[in-house]
């Protein structure tokens, strides 16, 4: 090696030392938007915030947004290999509940499928390289948010067109996955040009097929004669997604942008309660949004920010579900669509002593209410019974909010030391009514860099259309037009901060109330259908500790989440009683750790997570003892992942060349999710991704 490539060398350790060095200080002064709707650094915003950067989406190799919240503390995902229900701080959606227990949003813009309240955390998502960081926020935030800003929001940020310098960049990804003996397969692409020194546009493509044939289903412990017997077949999950942004900025200091969103969301369905292993089921959703914003400051302290969203979405024609219909038909197809309208605008302005936000949202969706056509095979016969449609239905709701901050020392020089911030929001919908939310919290700097934070927030989700009206199949669920929403109320007390060069630590304890949490109960002892009631009040109180290091070429993270979680129950003749939740474990502890070797072009990443035990679902626990009804629990699992990949590898015309390959479930762990109709749902063993990625 002669001088000057020592010196190039050199030069590059130091600058990847350099930004190992300040990468916690960067996380800790990384701006957030989703606290207040306005800019702040993580460490002074007011809610329990986990920011996930693009940088480290890439050191660890993720590929979703599912896989981007495996490491977040008191968040846990149960999966069908379908979709993902997520639960926070011991709460989950339970059954069919598709993670709509939080708001899911694009740059503030809600992506769920709407007949159902539905998200979609897999790759049907967005493509992984449009994201430059995800805002997970945990507690009520209705106040704000309106409607479904139940028990958190998770708010992806992507790159904008106009942050790049460079003419042109953007990536091509190519990779495949294995799982025992079924591959998949991966293609992406991602593109930024500069049109002219004004415009600027953005375009990703992704799509990720996941094939797991052969998983068997696992039977409850405590059964005889086991429900279900056998193993997935032609079972696989297709993510498909597409997103686009076009930035204009006019010379009298405002700005327009376009984006637009396609997902596109496919799969076998065996492990469904409706249709557990049955061949010929298979999902099938698409929906879309696209919106246009325009932004104007006025002056140096107020800005003016509003949109118009078109959304829409259905099944596609591709898709076949049995649902129940052994006897009553080979298979059917959903029709229900829905067609909406978002408008937004809200005002903030800054001044010495604080800031304010004044805001409007208003929605109208129409919403096409769900009905079954019912299909029958003869030889090569197909036949179709008659159906009675419900017809179309209007959802409207209008959301009026004020959020104002106060600096109480603006006088003096430590002017920011404290500031409290009080928030509330008004909400009519025409089919559920009025609803109220309020926000209160104070953020105090303890020291340095140190903030200790007291936060209140109430929450509300509304009642999904197809819960209010559907025409209900045999042994299916059937609409409840008297169902309220659903409301929520945090307490938090928390601590965060950076305490030394390259350490931040965080900790908080939390108290949080449902009430009228909807289940699903028996329509009456003769019936096999199920209706959902505001039925449970819960109580959840618990802890989360965090913490991250980084030093040179290394790096490493830790938190651990404890709660405790209980439902308000009565029996007859044993009176009001409490009963721990389901589904969701009591300790959750997750870490990672990476190091990247400059001089060989080469990164580790090993991330694991220990899951504690978690109960059974209230429909598994009285298929598994019809007679006593005693819980049974699925135990403890220790899951961990390696990812490998080139680090500052350079290739054709110098443009960086990323090779990744990950093991997840490096121990080969044999686990299983909670279940809902007299089965359990078994993890994927261990299994294989490989990357290829090539900046263009």
């Known amino acids: 090696m002669n001088a000057t490539q020592a010196q190039i060398q050199g030069l590059g350790e130091l600058q990847f030392s350099i930004a190992a060095l300040n990468q916690e200080a960067v996380i800790q002064e990384q701006e957030v938007v989703t606290a207040t709707k306005i800019a702040q650094t993580l460490k002074e915003a007011p809610a329990t915030i986990t920011v996930i950067t693009a940088e480290e989406i890439k050191q660890r190799g993720y590929s979703s947004l ?44 809600q992506v769920a499928f709407r007949p159902y309240n539905a998200n979609f955390l897999t790759e049907s998502l967005i493509p992984i390289q449009m994201i430059k960081r995800v805002e997970v926020l945990r507690g009520a935030s209705s106040a704000l948010f309106g409607a479904n800003a139940y028990l958190g929001v998770i708010n992806v940020i992507t790159h904008q067109p106009r942050d790049y310098r460079e003419a042109q960049t953007g990536e091509v990804r190519l990779g495949g996955n294995k799982l025992g003996d079924n591959y998949g397969e991966e293609y992406s692409l991602y593109l930024t040009r500069q049109l002219t020194t004004k415009t600027a546009v953005s375009v990703a493509f992704n799509n990720t097929v996941q094939r797991f044939d052969g998983l068997e289903v696992q039977n409850l412990p405590d059964r005889i004669t086991p429900l279900y017997s056998g193993k997935t077949k032609d079972a696989y999950r297709l993510g498909r997604s597409f997103y686009t942004e076009v930035n204009h900025r006019f010379d009298n200091n405002a700005l327009f942008s376009f984006d637009a969103s396609v997902q596109h969301h496919e799969g076998n369905a065996g492990f469904k309660d409706w249709g557990v292993l049955e061949e010929g089921n298979y999902l099938n959703y698409a929906h879309f949004y696209a919106r246009g914003r325009y932004e104007r400051n006025f002056g140096k302290n107020t800005v003016w920010k509003s949109s118009v969203t078109w959304a829409a979405g259905s099944p596609a024609d591709a898709e076949r579900l049995t649902l129940n219909q052994r006897d009553f038909g080979d298979w059917v197809e959903r029709k229900v669509n829905f067609n909406a309208l978002d408008f937004s605008t809200y005002l903030n302005t800054d001044f010495k002593a604080g800031n304010l936000t004044a805001g409007v949202d208003y929605t109208t969706d129409k919403q096409q209410l769900l009905v079954f056509e019912r299909y029958f095979q003869d030889g090569e016969n197909i036949g179709m019974a008659a159906y009675d449609p419900l017809g179309a239905k209007r959802f409207n709701n209008i959301g009026v909010y004020l959020q104002g901050i106060y600096y109480p020392f603006h006088d003096t020089l430590d002017n920011r030391r404290l500031y409290m911030m009080t928030g509330i929001r008004y909400d009519h919908h025409n089919i559920y009514g009025d609803v109220l939310n309020y926000r209160l919290a104070a953020v105090y700097r303890l020291y340095r860099q140190l903030y200790v934070k007291a936060i209140y927030g109430t929450s509300f989700m509304a009642p999904a259309p197809t819960q209010l009206y559907r025409v209900s199949l045999p042994a299916d669920v059937i609409g409840n037009e008297e169902l309220k929403p659903e409301r929520a109320r945090t307490m938090e007390l928390a601590l965060n901060g950076e305490i030394s060069q390259g350490i931040t630590l965080s900790a908080n304890i939390y108290y949080t109330r449902v009430d009228d949490k909807v289940e699903l109960v028996r329509q009456d002892a003769a019936s096999l259908n199920v209706i959902p009631v505001n039925k449970a009040t819960i109580h959840s109180k618990g802890i989360e500790l965090g913490g991250r290091y980084s030093y040179k070429s290394f790096w490493t993270y830790g938190n651990m989440s404890y709660q405790h979680s209980t439902y ?50 209230e429909q598994n626990i009285v298929l598994n003892d019809a007679v006593n009804e005693n819980p049974y629990a699925l135990g403890a699992y220790t899951l961990m992942n390696l990812y490998l990949s080139t680090h500052n590898l350079k290739f054709i015309h110098g443009k960086e060349l990323r090779i990744g390959f990950k093991v997840n479930n490096l121990l080969n762990t044999s686990y299983a999710f909670p279940g809902f109709k007299g089965y359990d749902i078994p993890g994927f063993g261990r299994n294989y991704q490989l990357t290829i990625a090539h900046a263009i």
């Open 66 to 109: 599912s896989d981007v919240l495996q490491g977040v503390a008191g968040i846990y995902q149960l999966t069908d290999h379908t979709n993902v229900n997520l639960g926070v701080r011991g709460v989950n959606g339970g059954l069919r509940a598709n993670s709509r227990i939080i708001k899911l949003m694009i740059n503030g813009q």
């Open 568 to 617: 308000d129950k009565y029996m007859h003749f044993v009176g009001n009683y409490k009963e721990h939740t389901r589904l969701y474990p009591g300790w959750m502890t997750k870490a990672g750790v990476g190091y990247a070797l400059s001089q060989y072009k080469v990164a580790a990443t090993l991330e694991g997570q220990w899951i504690g035990e978690r109960l059974s679902s």
